[in-house]
């Protein structure tokens, strides 16, 4: 379902914004339809979709879209995190 609302929606290389990020699956089916994403999570969950998004571009991540895209990896993701003391930590 996420692959089909991002190809009605969005080209290779477009931006994809994931405002409740949980455990990546927006993020990663971007990521495997080359498209860029922004993941946003406030919640405890951060641990979890930054593990599952290095599989990804680890190409170790055989879930979801992965057979049908033929994804093989590749890729990178940045991570950066507020403080308490809202200071930006990457």
Known sequence: ???????LCTEPGDWVLDAFLGS???AATAHKMNR???GIEQGGAIALAKERLQRVCAG???TGIS???QWKGG???SHYQWDDGL???E
């Open 75 to 77: 890729g990178s993701f």
């Open 67 to 69: 057979k049908t895209v």
């Open 60 to 62: 170790e991540d055989t």
């Open 36 to 38: 860029r994403w922004i």
């Open 1 to 7: 379902l996420i692959r089909r609302c991002l190809q």
């Open 87 to 89: 200071t930006l930590v």
């Open 24 to 26: 990546g699956t927006t």
